[in-house]
């Protein structure tokens, strides 16, 4: 029966002089330095304890530590993340990179679904390898009778199963996936990952462990009541603030009748440590159908996307993803250079705007499938001799490394000016529009880019009309006005109905934009959360929202 009370269980930790631990801030920065940035460069991150936890009673004797002496506590694994919620500012740092185990394999009856329960350190790319590949003999003999039992029948299946989720970097772990609820290219058809989480385990900052399934605890009159181990009871009240209909990753999810599990999905780390989840699994298509299609113009690529995702279109796909001129012009000078181990086919020495989009089908369908595409590609002014299409899984890879060059290739170019200029960093938005506003929003990033000169390629998941504007400042002075207007395309997102955040978060690079989202009454309701969770403030400090009493920053340089 579903309720809104939910109760803590304390557990023993472990003793914290047996965690691998590196001490002094001097002695991280020149060994660890790794530990103390992200993807987007961002900051110079600092630290004076790094802890390497191994297990959940690890997490709990760090975190009960960071609690007990009041000292700020970072969390990290990968460090795929974009907005610098995993770079320290001082305090301790704890990393779960070597929680790597696969847990067990479960069958829900009531659903119908396969499951698999995984630490947070494991990563999608070897969670999913092991799925699809039924590599999963190191769960013999682990788990509950019935996991085995289910592990048993899953081998036995003949059909192929996948995590679908892909926020496109792969090397991403889950834990960090599922604290950020990230998405990526097959958001379109199979949404974030908070729709594929079953159940989760959560550190609170107390040390206190929560259980959370899916579908048994349910806010009353927006209310969650929490019994922690020591007896006493925390009420946590939801944020009234309404959230876009778009694909969102921007503050805290709220909703007056929400599920508990949502509230940690999602909240960076804020409010508790994901140590285990059990991830839903859904059967793999027979075959994929995958297209790069070259069109002569962005306005012709823009109007096949409205097509391609339209109600009536006979095309079913799981991404859409666009690439303006600029990107595609990084493309030829990586097809000139002869990119190692990157294929840049011939095509893109034409175009001024390519798309790339998936199609699966069943064996039977094959040809109908091509047929679809063709036809409609027709429509829109351009043949398969203007496309790079393929089914072979070799020709999957190489469409996938040039998809993935043009994050590579900004991210290194960034590394290279930072040597230079000290606050550079890649200005990587991440907003999203509906869908009757995606050439309002499009249109408007090209004007205010162009008018101030600012070096920029623009790519992304245009099925679901989140394009990443990625501003490349080339200097100091350049960081500071692409942040004035990053500002304006948040409020531009904001005021069509969207968000500032569809996918990567908001860390501590992005705070000024969730006021912009939300007000100043919205962040209050935030750190209202965080308040009854987390009193002292310990867990991941500095994003999202600012403490009481610290100084949000000023969108004005």
Not at 243 to 258: E, I, Q, V
Not at 484 to 497: P, T
């Amino acid at each position: 029966m579903a309720t809104n009370h939910i109760k803590a269980e304390a557990i023993t930790p472990s003793k914290l002089s047996t965690i691998r631990t590196v001490k002094g801030e001097k002695t991280i920065a020149e060994d660890c330095s790794d530990y103390l940035t992200d993807e987007a460069r961002f900051g110079d991150g600092r630290a004076e304890h790094l802890f390497y936890a191994r297990t959940e009673a690890d997490v709990v004797a760090v975190i009960s530590w960071a609690n007990q002496t009041k000292t700020p506590l970072t969390i990290t694994a990968g460090r795929t993340g974009l907005t610098g919620g995993a770079v320290p500012q001082g305090g301790a740092l704890l990393t779960l990179e070597l929680m790597t185990n696969l847990l067990g394999m479960g069958f829900d009856q009531s659903q119908k679904r396969w499951y698999l329960r995984a630490e947070p350190g494991v990563t999608l790319e070897t969670l999913n390898s092991a799925v699809l590949k039924k590599l999963l003999d190191v769960l013999k003999g682990k788990g509950t009778h019935e996991e085995q039992k289910a592990l048993e029948e899953f081998l036995k299946d003949s059909q192929t199963y996948f995590f679908p989720p892909d926020p496109t970097e792969m090397t991403a772990h889950l834990g960090g996936s599922v604290a950020a609820n990230a998405s990526g290219a097959r958001s379109f058809r199979y949404k974030a990952i908070r729709n594929w989480i079953r159940k989760i385990r959560v550190v609170l900052a107390n040390g206190d462990v929560l259980t959370i399934p899916r579908g048994e605890f349910f806010a009353d009159n927006g209310l969650f009541q929490i019994m922690l181990s020591d007896g006493s009871t925390i009420n946590v009240k939801i944020p009234e603030y309404s959230m876009p209909s778009t694909k969102n990753a921007a503050g805290l999810f709220a909703h007056p009748k929400m599920d508990l599990i949502d509230l940690f999905i999602g909240c960076e780390g804020i409010l508790g440590v994901v140590t285990e989840t059990e991830v839903w699994l859904e059967k793999y298509p027979e075959q994929t159908l995958t297209i790069f299609a070259f069109f002569p113009s962005e306005e012709a690529a823009i109007n096949f996307v409205k097509a391609v995702r339209s109600e009536t279109s006979p095309l079913q796909p799981t991404l859409i993803e666009y690439f303006d001129s600029h990107a595609v012009q990084m493309l030829r000078d990586a097809r000139a250079k002869g990119s190692a181990g990157v294929t840049v086919p011939p095509q893109v020495e034409q175009c001024q705007a390519i798309i790339f989009f998936e199609i699966p089908f069943m064996e039977a369908e094959m040809e109908s499938a091509f047929l679809a595409a063709q036809e409609l590609l027709n429509e829109h002014g351009i043949g398969m001799d203007d496309t790079w299409a393929g089914i072979d899984p070799g020709d999957l890879d190489k469409m996938k490394a040039v998809r993935h060059l043009i994050p590579e290739t900004v991210n290194a170019l960034i590394a290279q000016r930072k040597q230079k200029h000290s606050r550079v960093h890649k200005l990587g938005t991440d907003m999203a529009v509906p869908d009757e506003h995606l050439e309002t929003i499009l249109a408007f990033y090209k004007q205010l880019l162009e008018e101030a000169k600012m070096e920029y390629i623009i790519f992304g998941h245009i099925g679901d009309n989140h394009l990443h504007v990625n501003i490349l400042p080339r200097t100091n002075e350049e960081v500071d006005e692409g942040m004035r207007i990053y500002q304006r395309f948040a409020q531009k997102a904001v005021e069509l109905g969207g968000t500032v955040s569809a996918e990567h978060g908001i860390g501590k690079l992005k705070r000024p934009f969730l006021k912009v989202m939300y007000g100043e009454s919205g962040l209050q309701e935030m750190a209202a959360v965080k308040q009854v969770l987390d009193p002292e403030w310990i867990l991941n400090p500095g994003n999202m929202i600012p403490k009481p009493g610290e100084r949000l920053e000023s969108l004005e340089a």
